[in-house]
């Protein structure tokens, strides 16, 4: 009989501090009953929510079941810093240009289709502002390498017809209150989301739709005459088919074993500014900068009916075990606290209010894990770093091969050569490990 267990199942570091900043959430059942189904989903993300959500637009007769091991909004997805970037984002580049010019115009008409899918998700949900926000993003840099990088991404983003602009060091600060950044490389399309608001809405929105369940992990799944049996703690599923969303753990249950990359990220986000604080800052109350150089710090002002706050995101580190430690989160708020009183010495007063860990999966090669993996049983995981782009796109194009047989975005994943092996450990881990270490370093101020 054929059988996959899993070997480990999530685990959290840190509370989810874009869920901890909302108030109480509607509490979705756990599973406690034995059911049916014609499609069962694994993981409640961005890839597990949009399948669930595309599947049921295809066909509303479809019976289809989604397991979130924890929470909603309380897992990766919530965790995210909440881009979802248009333009091509290559985190192992300088400056994230791509492969060329025509693989980077393919990626933005595929990131935009996934835009296209979440706005619609946000008008269906009603969310205001504060939770969706199509408001653009800056590359910021603070050296002279990032502002090398931010003109020649601005000179890759001219030859691909796409609109951008260059800010200097005043402009910049009239717009985040920071003395820190040098130059600034805006582009439109970027839409800014409050991860946990999001997956919540839309988690709420489906469960009028097809069958959810938070706090139901999934501990197995084996083949039961034409279908599967999915388990849980409590009650199994008889399904047609199963669609993986759960990101790095796929390995888990044995798919992809030395091929995925497990980075772990961390953030710490700021209790309420006072008006005082608000004040002396200055600036505008909404900004996002990713950094010039992608290794280094991610920054976020907030502001909205969970206050006015802003988030730092930085440190990385390799983990074949996905999962990180309270001490390394500790540490990594040491990091972030430093980088805060760099880039805003005139509020030594603000402290952090929660800090967290969030895990990435990524491959060597910028491949995902797509595709059908055993008779009925397909995956939609590996989003490479771009959790809400590549997330919402990966389930499209997942529920699409599950019932169409196929899409242009599903043809998309499923062309991408197999994600390479790692070395084998402990190499794989000094290695990455020493890699990453070595691109924060070099990034510098950045």
Known sequence: MTAYTAKRLPRQTGPAGWNAILPPQTPLPQLDRNLSADITIVGGGFAGLTAARRLHQIDPTLKVVLLEAGRFADGSAGRNSGFMI???????????????????????A???????????????????????????KFNAAATRAGDRHNQE???????????????????MQEITGSPHYTSGLYAPGTVMIQPAGYIR???????????????????????????WLVKTPEAQISTGRIILANNGHLESFGFYERRLMHICLYASITERLTKEQIKTLGGQPRWSVTPADPMGTSVRRISGSYGDRILVRTCSTFHP????????????????????????????DVKME???AGMLCLSRNGSAAFGELDTGVFSACCQNGLGIARGTLQGMGVAELVTQGGSDIADHFLAQPMPPRLPPEPFASLGANSYLIWKEWRSGKE
């Open 110 to 136: 595929l990131n935009r289709r996934a835009i296209s899918f979440a706005t619609q998700v946000g008008q269906d949900c009603d969310l205001p502002q504060e939770i969706f926000d199509p408001c653009g």
């Open 321 to 348: 075990t996905i999962e990180t430690s309270s001490m390394r989160l500790r540490n990594a708020g040491w990091v972030h606290d430093r980088k805060f009183r760099e880039r805003f010495p005139h509020l030594p």
């Open 153 to 171: 991404f601005a000179a890759h983003l001219e030859r691909l017809g796409e609109p951008c602009t260059l800010y200097d060091r005043q402009q």
């Open 201 to 227: 809405a839309l988690s709420l929105n489906l469960s009028t739709q097809v069958n959810l369940f938070e706090n139901s992990p999934v501990t197995g799944f084996e083949k039961q005459g034409a279908g």
């Open 86 to 108: 248009d333009l091509p984002h290559d985190l192992a580049s300088d400056n994230y240009a791509g492969d060329g010019l025509e693989a980077d115009r393919a990626t933005i």
């Open 354 to 356: 929660h800090r967290w």
